[in-house]
């Protein structure tokens, strides 16, 4: 006998419905939750291009101390913007939250070159003609003395470059090089009176600092240190009132290292920027990463030594080269290439460069004097197989706000944090 | 029961009427409840059109990023009234506030979007 249990049948058609509705709800809800998530993402995400837009708008000052702001004066448009220095750069951190969301971001911000100041060369007037020689290149504009550029004869080697001598434009130079802005200079003076944090890296092998964190600052105060076997990344800045040593085993991200003297062992890798008061001395086969910088700084005139930074054979700098000295002394700084040196973006020498053959400067050298040591004789004001190229120089590069070369309009030089 | 075949002899045992009313009201109430839920769902849930005129939105946020200049303008763009502002990001320079927001053809406000860039 067949049962009809209409009853029965509706039941489970009811429950099989309810099954039915209640997966729809849940994904719904699900769905729902997910679109939400999603707008209030763009939401932060539009706020935090604002505030990194505000940042690159404003002045160091404006946004030193962490300001926190409604950006359209509405709820959820909170922004959390900080601008610091770091060493001829700046780094900036935007934060946009709505209740327990947070997007931050940091970014190292440079300025733009300014083309019309930018040069491939710059040798201040000091009544005598620069003089080329070999397989020297000029390409770019060139300031240079009014007694102009000459060919020359040395080593028993003519002049073998283009006959144009300077590939660009040729102008007159001033006595004296365009000056560093002294704000910056006085930051990067002030790094040395930096509240530490440590005196040692205390056997970590690695250590890194995030630029949302207040500076880690490692003091080695009067000790002679080697620095060797670390990886060091982000908000760390190393100090150190007499030598360091950088050796090659050591990986260098980001930070800033501030000593009386500096050596970076052969064959080092990182990306950094070097201040010393008395020397950078730099061996062979090393790689500065961009956006790297040397940089020797004489706030206190010291007439017995010589300030230096010496670079060794093989080695690539991808940043800045400079030496400053607040007063003009009789023993200029150098800054001594040794061969086969590139140097891709700005040497700015407020005393002396000396090259030797097959150097590149992929951007280009600010100096008052250039010096060629041959076996017997020092040639001032000589270019011997050097080659000088602006155009060269990556359409992205950005210089810091010290040089005089450097527009007022700011970009992002890297990304360095997110979330 | 189609599709069963009955023997002349066999007997199917029917359901009593108030059995019937009973399974009649309960699909009734049960169908009724799926149905609300279901326009409840659809009506509460994101229209594909939102989703549109956000992207529509982006698009546009990305041209006036470009080159910003103060200005105020309606545009159609696929279907939707879109209204774009620029006007200065306190008094900045360089600083603009875009504002932008899309309607539908009843002029229902279907997405907004501002941001803040600056002139490049």
């Keep these: 006998m067949l049962k009809a249990s209409a009853l029965y049948i509706v039941i489970v058609v009811a429950l099989v419905i309810a099954v039915l509705c209640s997966s729809l709800i849940v994904s719904a809800y699900y769905y729902r939750l997910q679109y939400q998530r999603k707008f209030r993402y763009d939401q932060l995400q539009s706020n935090l291009n604002s505030g990194i837009s505000i940042l690159l708008a404003s002045d160091l000052s404006a946004y030193k101390n962490e300001r926190i702001f409604a950006l359209y004066n ?72 009014k007694a102009g550029v000459k060919e020359a004869y040395v080593d028993g080697k003519a002049y073998q470059g283009d006959k144009r001598l300077v590939i660009g434009s040729k102008r007159n130079s001033e006595r004296q090089l365009p000056g560093l802005q002294e704000g910056v200079l ?90 010393a008061q008395d020397s950078i001395g730099v061996q062979r086969d090393c790689d500065f990463g961009y956006p790297s910088c040397l940089g020797l700084l004489r706030f206190i005139a010291d007439k017995g030594v010589q300030g230096r930074i010496g670079i060794g054979e093989n080695t690539q700098v991808n940043g800045a080269v400079f030496t400053y ?45 250039f010096l060629y040591q041959s076996a017997y004789t020092t040639f001032e004001n000589y270019l011997i197989g050097v080659r000088i190229d602006a155009a060269q120089l990556s359409p992205y590069y950005l210089t810091g706000s010290l040089f005089p070369v450097a527009q007022k309009k700011q970009k992002v030089l890297q990304w360095l944090e997110s979330n | 029961m189609a599709g069963i075949k009955l023997s002349v002899t066999g007997k199917a045992k029917a359901s009593s009427i108030v059995e019937v009313v009973i399974s009649m009201v309960v699909i009734v109430i049960v169908f009724g409840i799926a149905m609300g839920i279901f326009a409840n769902v659809q009506r509460l849930s994101l229209s594909a059109q939102k989703v549109h005129a956000q992207a529509i939105l982006k698009e546009e946020l990305i041209k006036t990023e470009q080159e910003p200049h103060i200005s105020k303008q309606t545009n159609n763009v696929d279907g939707f009234e879109v209204s774009s502002e620029v006007t200065p990001y306190q008094d900045h320079a360089d600083l603009y506030l875009i504002a932008l927001a899309a309607f539908d053809n009843n002029g229902k406000k279907m997405a907004e979007l501002r941001e803040v860039v600056y002139a490049k």
């Design chain 1, 186 to 275: 006085r930051q990067i003076e002030s790094i040395r009176g930096y509240k530490s944090t440590d005196s040692s890296f205390n056997h970590r092998d690695s250590l890194s600092n995030s630029f949302f964190n207040p500076t880690m600052v490692v003091n080695f105060r009067k000790k002679a240190t080697t620095i060797s076997n670390i990886k060091l990344s982000g908000n760390i800045i190393i100090v150190s009132d007499t030598s360091l040593t950088i050796d090659q085993t050591a990986t260098l991200s980001n930070v800033i290292v501030y000593a009386k003297s500096i050596t970076i062992k052969a064959g080092f890798h990182g990306k950094c920027q070097l201040f």
């Design chain 1, 74 to 145: 509405e709820g959820e448009d909170s922004v959390s913007l900080k601008k610091s220095s770091w060493g001829i750069f700046e780094v900036a951190t935007s934060k946009a939250f709505v209740q327990k969301d947070t997007l931050r971001k940091a970014f190292m911000v440079a300025n733009k070159i300014d083309s019309n100041r930018w040069a491939a060369l710059y040798l201040i007037d000091e009544d005598r003609p620069l003089s080329v020689s070999g397989n020297t290149m000029i390409r770019g504009t060139a300031f240079v003395p």
């Design chain 1, 325 to 369: 000295e607040r007063e003009k002394s009789q023993l200029q700084n150098l800054i001594d290439l040794s061969k086969n040196v590139k140097i891709s973006g700005l040497v700015y020498a407020q005393g002396l460069v000396r090259f030797k053959s097959g150097d590149e400067i992929n951007g280009g050298v600010f100096t008052n004097r």
